[in-house]
């Protein structure tokens, strides 16, 4: 699908097919023009300008009633006669080119019937009971929702409000959102009998909010066309520069992906492996992206090669004799089937590579998942249908025992409407909105119990937090990754397990300092409001806490007082001198200071030194009962990932209590982190120490020594 075919504002030769390609493209939603929607061959009881939606719609469904469509289209046409678009065109070409966009992608009977009346409230005199009199309630929802979508401005003062209705409309049924991103399609497809401003401006919201809502609801078809249209309207240069890279290389004579394309369909053959092995051309914005990342382009960056099979077993059947006969390229592997994306997608990603270092990318999946990657929410058909009046091809994939089957929830549509509904305002909702669209991917994570989490690239542990427990993420006290203990400010990856230590204080407070690590639009709300209603308290809070720990102390300590030490002055205030932190069974001595206050030194300590030297005499301490003690330790290791997170769990184990602890900037790939802790026995301080050095990357600990 190209941007230019039907787009006035980008005039340009169509760039030409190459003859010799045996390709299964994506779902071209242009291939019929306006000759298809208003034809004149007579097609039985259905008026012949909707033949062609009534042709592709069996494709999806044999058995489909077609009446209500005929009546739909007898209604809207008789309601917008007279009605012309600017384009010149009759005005009901646009509700029937909407509606074959749908008819094509997989949408059902009451999806395409409300498509056809989507304007008829708005634009003519026919009303809502009408509609609903005449073609049911749920047709009537649909229309509804999609008119209070048309009524509403898209200037920047409104857009806040706007999108929150979209939010909503779609939320109550994606099939809304469906019709509003196909009606946008068509209506960019025209966009160029339009003055150059309003083109713009249509292209940014579209850009920024429309293509990623086709892209969390998985219509990757709608959103590669909205997406190259955008691209011709607000970067025209760069487009056509695009284009002739596409039309340059179709014009080659040789085809290293065709190559490629042959070997592995021997290789499956050989296999045994029924499979279709299709060349997928990319469409111009992935095509700039890629010239972008690579530089010059060759042959194979201009597509991607489609393997389908019929079952899910077969994908990775496909996989091991394209890893065993060819030459795999490991890092680009990626399963989307065991792990699906948060908007349905499910395939297998690979690449293999030529002699000539051509590298060829794989995808892999069965013809089911291949329709859902293409149409999304939309090829499910009616998502709240019971399993009974679903059609066949979809039964078992659907709720069992007559559930409503929603393929929203939980998921990304779900979450966003949670945290749009506690927005404490419009602004903010907004801000959050265009924050969580911006994310071009999101990740999945584990939970211990095997569940997972769908969350943005960049989610940190205080994004697991509130994903997980909502607001009473508030008592979460610290993480691991993966078995390890983490920061909160951790920064997730694809595939991590999290688990979350939550503490059993009901009163348990979250601090100020995690919105700066808060991605997520339930994180960010739940913690603001939190701080509005406890303004007080936020600004008093302490520093955020050592991982598992509830409250810091300060940084550097003052000295305390040692009751485990006895000096020879009666009624001496005895504290352990900080520079040297004296445990037992340290060899120590002391020395009186002003206030009476005699401090204890470990005897090596070069305060002792410097001390004798001045002629400050010494006093006689020893230690007594108590084993309780706390000692500052410093770490010297190799910089790597995890490392803090591995000592710090050492620590634990060895029953340590982090009271203070902090972490240098790495110098020539070395770290020093000094800790200061508490050992309920001072006999444990070797084997702490022993466990710190066992760490990987740690190559000393000693007893800190301050000057």
């Known amino acids: 699908m190209s941007a230019e075919a039907t787009n006035p504002a980008t005039p340009g030769p169509v760039v030409p097919t190459v003859a010799r390609r045996k390709a299964r493209p994506r779902i071209d939603l ?4 306006l000759a298809a929607l208003l034809g004149n061959a007579a097609r039985g009881r259905l ?31 008789s309601s917008h006669r007279g009605q012309m678009r600017k384009s010149g065109e009759p005005y009901i070409t646009h509700p029937l080119a909407v509606t074959l966009i749908l008819a094509e992608l ?23 009971d009408q509609v609903g009199e005449e073609f049911g309630a749920e047709v009537r929802y649909l229309v509804d929702g999609v008119t209070k979508l048309e009524k509403v401005d898209y200037g920047a003062a409104a857009e806040p409000e706007t999108f929150r209705k979209m939010l ?22 025209t966009l160029g009998v339009m003055r150059r401003e309003k083109q713009e401006r249509i292209a940014k919201v579209t850009r920024d909010v429309l293509i990623p809502l086709a892209e969390r609801l998985g219509v990757q078809a709608l959103k590669t066309e909205l997406e190259d249209l955008v691209f011709a309207i607000l970067h025209p240069e760069e487009y056509e520069h695009t284009r002739e890279l596409i039309a340059a290389n179709a014009a080659r004579a040789e085809d290293p992906l065709a190559d490629i394309a042959d070997e592995v369909r021997g290789v499956l053959r050989e296999a045994d492996i029924p499979a279709e092995v299709l060349i ?24 991607r090669l489609l393997v389908l099979v019929n079952e899910d077993a077969d994908c990775y059947a496909v996989l091991g004799e394209l890893h065993t006969c060819l030459t795999p390229v490991v890092s680009e592997f990626k399963d989307f089937i065991a792990v699906p994306k948060f908007n349905l997608y499910q395939s297998l990603h690979t690449a293999v590579a030529r002699a000539d270092g051509q590298v060829a990318e794989v995808l892999i999946r069965t013809h089911q998942m291949h329709k859902v990657a293409e149409a999304g929410v939309v090829a499910l058909g009616n998502p709240y249908a019971q399993a009974a009046e679903a059609p066949a091809a979809d039964t078992a994939d659907d709720a069992a025992d007559g559930e409503r089957a929603d393929p929203t929830r939980p998921g990304w549509l779900s979450r966003l409407l949670d945290w749009q509904k506690a927005a404490p305002d419009t602004d903010t909702f907004w801000s959050t909105l265009r924050e969580d669209l911006a994310q071009d991917r999101e990740i999945t994570v584990f939970r211990p119990d095997g569940g997972t989490l769908g969350l943005p690239e960049g989610a940190t542990c205080v994004d697991a937090a509130y994903a997980q427990y909502g607001e009473d993420a508030h008592a979460c006290i610290g993480a691991r990754v993966n078995g390890r203990l983490a920061t909160l400010s951790t920064v997730l990856r694809d595939g991590d397990t999290v688990q979350l230590l939550m503490g059993q204080d009901p009163a348990s407070e979250p601090s100020r300092e995690w919105l700066e690590h808060a991605h997520t639009p339930a994180a960010r709300i739940a913690i603001q409001r939190w701080i509005a209603t406890h303004p007080a308290t ?35 205030t005895v504290r352990l001198a900080g520079c040297c932190t004296p445990v037992p069974p340290d060899e120590v001595t002391g020395f009186a200071v002003r206030g009476g206050v005699v401090t204890v030194h470990r005897v090596e300590c070069a305060a002792v030194a410097h001390m004798k030297g001045t002629g400050r ?43 203070s ?14 800790y200061t802790v508490e050992l309920p026995d001072a006999a444990h301080l070797p084997d702490l120490m022993r466990a710190m050095r066992n760490v990987p990357g740690v190559y000393d600990v000693g007893r800190a020594q301050h000057q």
């Not at 909503?168 to 497809?189: E, F, Y």
């Not at 330790?633 to 634990?652: I, K, N, Y």
């Not at 602890?661 to 000094?674: C, K, L, W, Y």
């Open 168 to 189: 909503v409309a779609t939320g109550s049924d994606v099939r809304v959102m469906s019709i509003k991103l196909a009606d946008r399609l068509h209506n960019m497809r």
């Open 617 to 659: 005499p010494e006093m006689a301490v020893s230690w007594g009962d108590s084993a309780g003690c706390r000692v500052t330790l410093v770490a010297e290791s190799f910089g790597r990932p995890h490392l803090l997170a591995d000592l710090t769990e050492a620590m634990a184990q060895e029953g340590a209590e982090i009271v």
């Open 47 to 77: 008026p012949d300008a909707i033949g062609h939606v009534a042709e592709a719609h069996r494709a999806h469904y044999p058995d489909a009633d077609l009446e209500p469509l005929r009546r739909a289209y007898v209604l809207a046409e």
């Open 106 to 128: 997989g949408a059902e009977t009451t999806t395409l019937t409300a498509s056809l009346l989507h304007d008829t409230v708005e634009d003519t005199e026919v009303t809502l």
């Open 30 to 33: 242009r291939r019929l023009g």
């Open 661 to 674: 602890a902090t972490v240098e900037p790495p110098s020539q790939q070395r770290v020093r982190h000094t």
């Open 538 to 572: 936020a600004a008093e809070e302490p520093p955020v806490p050592v991982p598992s720990r509830p409250a810091p102390e300060p940084q550097a300590p003052a000295p305390r007082t040692a009751s485990a030490v006895v000096a020879d002055r009666p009624d001496a």
């Open 280 to 303: 997928r051309p990319r469409h111009f914005v992935s095509v700039h992206r890629v010239s972008r990342k690579r530089g010059e382009l060759r042959g194979c960056d201009f597509g």
